[in-house]
């Protein structure tokens, strides 16, 4: 396994990448509305992304036909767009995007409510999004990769959801997906110690049910095995000699 140390110049063109992807998810957070398509989610984040000068990174990634992931309620993630898919009030929708800055890769997502959601519906949201941030407590230099690992999954599991285990986070930078993998569950190995310059996409995968999913007949789509609900929360982040610093979140997101 190689695992990449960024320079100060890769950081600061991650850092920029991270800038703009936060954009095009402030953006399309405050366009999602009942009535809209998964289309137009698509086309209005490729063309923010291309007004910036920058390439959608997903946009053809391993056979994805899109430029962002819209996945719906009990898709977990890499939903495809499309004009007859239309958001209800009451759905939740994940949006998993990416984009290209000189050369270096960002990687991001949100769960977002569609109109008003079920009590239920939200706590999964929050659950996802915190899990994030208790993995990331042991996102530091000294601590080993496996520590964020534990904590997402313990955070996840103690309110009795399930973790998706088919799908984990990633090194990230110059290519999308890097070594390491970063599992949101615990592993019986402590993993690679940390080190300044690190970066990784951090992901929890969350669903309401089981943890088991499956793959729709597009080759893309990941959905819950049981049609329970998932959720989706992502960061990109640098290891530093202090607090990790989160590369697509520069502010406290609205509430829901």
């Given at each position: 396994?190689?695992?990449?140390?960024?320079?100060?110049?890769?950081?600061?063109?991650?850092?920029?990448?991270?800038?703009?992807?936060?954009?095009?998810?402030?953006?399309?957070?405050?366009?999602?509305?009942?009535?809209?398509?998964?289309?137009?989610?698509?086309?209005?984040?490729?063309?923010?992304?291309?007004?910036?000068?920058?390439?959608?990174?997903?946009?053809?990634?391993?056979?994805?036909?899109?430029?962002?992931?819209?996945?719906?309620?009990?898709?977990?993630?890499?939903?495809?767009?499309?004009?007859?898919?239309?958001?209800?009030?009451?759905?939740?929708?994940?949006?998993?995007?990416?984009?290209?800055?000189?050369?270096?890769?960002?990687?991001?997502?949100?769960?977002?409510?569609v109109g008003e959601i079920s009590p239920e519906a939200?706590?999964?949201?929050?659950?996802?999004?915190?899990?994030?941030?208790?993995?990331?407590k042991y996102a530091k230099a000294g601590h080993h990769?496996?520590?964020?690992?534990?904590?997402?999954?313990?955070?996840?599991?103690?309110?009795?959801?399930?973790?998706?285990?088919?799908?984990?986070?990633?090194?990230?930078?110059?290519?999308?997906?890097?070594?390491?993998?970063?599992?949101?569950?615990?592993?019986?190995?402590?993993?690679?110690?940390?080190?300044?310059?690190?970066?990784?996409?951090?992901e929890p995968m969350i669903t309401a049910g089981g943890?088991?999913?499956?793959?729709?007949?597009?080759?893309?789509?990941?959905?819950?095995?049981?049609?329970?609900?998932?959720?989706?929360?992502?960061?990109?982040?640098?290891?530093?000699?202090?607090?990790?610093?989160?590369?697509?979140?520069?502010?406290?997101?609205?509430?829901?």
């Open positions: 396994m190689s695992i990449s140390i960024k320079t100060a110049r890769e950081i600061e063109k991650m850092r920029r990448a991270g800038e703009l992807l936060e954009k095009v998810h402030d953006e399309l957070g405050r366009a999602i509305h009942p009535g809209m398509s998964t289309w137009e989610i698509n086309k209005l984040g490729e063309e923010m992304i291309r007004s910036f000068g920058c390439t959608p990174n997903f946009l053809n990634y391993n056979g994805y036909p899109a430029s962002i992931c819209v996945s719906v309620n009990e898709e977990v993630v890499h939903g495809i767009p499309s004009k007859k898919r239309i958001l209800k009030e009451g759905d939740i929708v994940s949006l998993d995007a990416g984009l290209i800055y000189e050369g270096y890769h960002s990687d991001a997502a949100r769960t977002h409510a939200r706590k999964l949201v929050e659950v996802t999004r915190q899990a994030f941030f208790e993995g990331i990769l496996h520590e964020i690992s534990a904590a997402i999954g313990a955070y996840a599991e103690s309110f009795g959801y399930g973790v998706v285990r088919d799908l984990v986070g990633h090194g990230i930078g110059t290519h999308l997906h890097e070594d390491p993998a970063v599992p949101n569950f615990a592993q019986p190995s402590r993993g690679v110690r940390l080190q300044p310059g690190m970066t990784f996409a951090i943890y088991a999913v499956r793959w729709l007949d597009d080759d893309c789509t990941v959905v819950t095995e049981d049609g329970s609900l998932a959720a989706h929360y992502e960061n990109t982040i640098l290891i530093t000699g202090g607090e990790p610093e989160i590369l697509t979140l520069s502010h406290t997101e609205e509430d829901l």
